[in-house]
T-cell receptor, first 112, second 111 residues
Framework: KAGVTQTPRYLIKTRGQQVTLSCSPI?????VSWYQQTPGQGLQFLFE???????NKGNFPGRFSGRQFSNSRSEMNVSTLELGDSALYLC???????????FGPGTRLTVL | QKEVEQNSGPLSVPEGAIASLNCTYS??????FFWYRQYSGKSPELIMF????GDKEDGRFTAQLNKASQYVSLLIRDSQPSDSATYLC???????????FGTGTKLQVIP
């Protein structure tokens, strides 16, 4: 089976811009979670989607949003980018009846 | 109080030794426990998961869970330089994918 894919792998944006990141889960996995990873904060949970519904949300401002499509692919959007949004954004997919998460390679976002 | 705590390390062990990585968690209702390995510049890779009290072995890796003490550990036997990485402990507090990660322990295996 193909693993989790994320696009793009690298992004450079400037403050105030917005960005959309994409994640395709492992075939058959219906749950997709998003995380932000920074050296200082570690892995921080953003949100989780299952069957196009957001089931869990972390403590991030409303500038961070996401959605999931009927084919389980997911996107996350960050509006009005700030310097502090520079991070590795990771997507993880999970089989429906188990809890193990499988991570994609991540998208490295740099905000200038 | 952090929900999942790990010693940041680095933990240095000689090649061939046993590396012992520890993690404590605060939510007594936690159901599932995971260990991920993350090499520098890469994404986390699941290496072990455990749901019941006791030990679970997979090759050179053993996960140990003690729910009464709210403690989960990972033992790596016959440590190799290729095991040098950051090890993340993750805990599912129940209900869908509410997973909390520790900040990780950096392991260095010295040849």
């Amino acid at each position: 089976k193909a693993g989790v894919t994320q696009t793009p792998r690298y992004l450079i944006k400037t403050r105030g811009q917005q960005v959309t990141l994409s994640c395709s889960p492992i075939s058959g996995h219906r749950s997709v979670s998003w995380y932000q990873q920074t050296p200082g904060q570690g892995l921080q949970f953003l949100f989780e989607y299952f069957s196009e519904t957001q089931r869990n949300k972390g403590n991030f401002p409303g500038r961070f949003s996401g959605r999931q499509f009927s084919n389980s692919r997911s996107e996350m959007n960050v509006s009005t980018l700030e310097l502090g949004d520079s991070a590795l954004y990771l997507c993880a997919s999970t089989p429906a009846v188990r809890n193990e998460q499988f991570f994609g390679p991540g998208t490295r976002l740099t905000v200038l | 109080q952090k929900e999942v705590e790990q010693n940041s390390g680095p933990l240095s062990v000689p090649e061939g030794a046993i590396a012992s990585l520890n993690c404590t968690y605060s939510d007594r209702g936690s159901q599932s426990f995971f260990w991920y390995r993350q090499y520098s510049g890469k994404s986390p890779e699941l290496i072990m998961f455990i749901y019941s009290n006791g030990d679970k072995e997979d090759g050179r890796f053993t996960a140990q869970l003690n729910k009464a003490s709210q403690y989960v550990s990972l033992l790596i036997r016959d440590s190799q330089p290729s095991d040098s990485a950051t090890y993340l402990c993750a805990v599912n507090s129940g209900g869908y994918q509410k997973v909390t990660f520790g900040t990780g322990t950096k392991l260095q295996v010295i040849p």
